[in-house]
């Protein structure tokens, strides 16, 4: 039997999800194929480094991650991602068209502070 390779000894599944459904995330890096996503080839650029999107899914992976279905704006994809690959984008004003994500708007202190 192969050993399975763990990108980190932290457990996340511990605590609750870093993001809830509906938020506003960032891709923190470039996402290409690896041959899991079907319709593509491998290697197609899925996500841009930058762009952002909104959690539609929260799973697991190996027992030890979330893995947070994104649905992409720009792109249209949807991607399974980690949180380490992934940024809050903290908008100040929440739209009545987007889907509540359950966290509260930061305070205009925070606002200014991420800016």
């Known amino acids: 039997m192969t050993n399975i390779v763990r990108d980190s000894e932290v457990v996340e599944l511990n605590g609750p999800p870093a993001f809830r459904y509906g938020e506003r995330v960032r891709a923190r890096r470039l996402v290409r194929n690896d041959g899991t996503y079907a319709g593509k080839e491998i290697g197609d650029l899925l996500v841009r480094k930058g762009e952002e999107g909104i959690v539609v899914s929260i799973g697991t992976f190996l027992q030890q991650f979330y893995i947070y ?39 205009s202190r925070m606002a200014e502070a991420a800016r």
Do not use: T
């Open 69 to 107: 279905g994104v649905e992409f704006f720009e792109s249209g994809n949807r991607v399974g991602m980690k949180r380490r690959e992934l940024d809050p984008v903290w908008a100040g004003i929440e739209d009545d068209d987007e889907l509540p994500s359950g966290r509260p708007a930061p305070s």
